[in-house]
């Protein structure tokens, strides 16, 4: 093996001379594992899905972000470096107040982890964040870094809302199911006893459903909901909750509306109703319905107090020829 060394590492060189290229090699050596290292943790940095961040607070300074900024905001991370306001105005406008607020909370409590808030990325496109924060102050009278990794977390927020969707919403007419319509109706029910405000409740059912579906098919059935749904969704003022809840029954609530008010927008569902027009083959009808509108009272303790009331008179509508509104 001794005649593979080079001449400098032959037993005939000084001692001292080999243990100097000895140290050199060595010096080498390392400077290779730390260059695979910093290799190493460039390649993690650039898989990571989340902006690893660094802030000068006094200063208001960005003093690093790691590669995956431009990937999620769509701007290079040079403009950044150069100016705070590239993070601050990509906020979605919305959210910036409590961005900022929730951001200076760390200096209260050295840290915060519950910032979501959304931004607008170069192309315009909404992205959500789940940005947390933590003060690194290693002692008293040091200038404060803030430092932070924001995650893209908008996919985890769309298959959220695609949950809630599914969970509050009826499949076959898009308008809140039957368990969510009555959460939002008692909710108003409690603001208006709150406030002293008034509040309109309103039952509909379509006349002679089952003929329908008897004559015409079920899916013939399921078209007529679908469009008597859309009636009362393009009707309502916005703040007004509408569901279906029964096979061919709807509700509606009405917070800081009286019962004159309600009226109107009955009436103009009745008529959105009797304007509709269906065919099945080379026949055509149309559809009527039947409301039940009653209005809070002093003596009402409860929302089961206006449904009761509201749903005796869309029966009373029912037996007095249907196609109508009667108030409860």
Not at 111 to 118: G, K, L, P, T
Not at 202 to 230: M, P, T, W
Request: aromatic letters at 8%; a negative charge.
């Amino acid at each position: 093996m001794a005649k593979h060394l080079p001449p400098l590492l032959s037993g005939s060189q000084p001692p001292e001379t080999a243990q100097t290229l000895l140290a050199l090699l060595h010096a080498q050596g390392e400077v290779a594992r730390l260059s695979e290292r910093d290799q190493l943790y460039s390649s993690l940095l650039d898989s990571v899905n989340a902006v690893l961040w660094a802030f000068d607070w006094e200063t208001r300074q960005v003093l690093y972000v790691s590669p995956a900024y431009e990937r999620i905001f769509g701007r290079p991370a040079s403009l950044v470096l150069a100016d705070y306001n590239e993070w601050r105005d990509s906020i979605y406008p919305d959210d910036l107040d409590f961005a900022e607020r929730s951001l200076a909370q760390v200096l209260l409590k050295g840290a915060v982890e519950d910032r979501e808030y959304r931004i607008l990325n170069a192309s315009g496109q909404v992205r959500w964040l789940s940005d947390k924060c933590y003060i690194n102050q290693q002692s008293e009278g040091e200038r404060v870094i803030v430092v932070g990794i924001a995650e893209d977390i908008t996919e985890k927020k769309q298959l959220e809302g695609e949950l809630q969707r599914l969970a509050t919403t009826d499949v076959l007419t898009q308008s809140s199911n039957r368990r969510h319509f009555f959460e939002c109706a008692r909710q108003a029910f409690d603001h208006a006893r709150e406030d002293g405000t008034p509040l309109a409740f309103l039952l509909l059912d379509i006349d002679d459903f089952k003929r329908i579906n008897d004559s015409y098919g079920h899916q013939e059935g399921d078209q007529v909901l679908q469009r008597i749904a859309d009636s009362g969704k393009a009707v309502l003022r916005r703040g007004d909750q509408f569901g279906r809840i029964g096979g061919e029954e709807f509700a509606a609530i009405f917070p800081g509306c009286n019962a004159q008010a309600a009226e109107l927008i009955a009436e103009r569902l009745q008529r959105e109703v009797q304007r509709l027009s269906f065919s099945h083959g080379e026949q055509t009808y149309s559809v009527t319905v039947s409301q039940g509108l009653t209005a809070l009272t002093d003596q009402d303790t409860s929302l089961d107090d206006l449904f009761a009331r509201a749903d005796a008179a869309m029966y009373r509508a029912k037996r007095q020829g249907k196609n109508q509104i009667v108030h409860g």
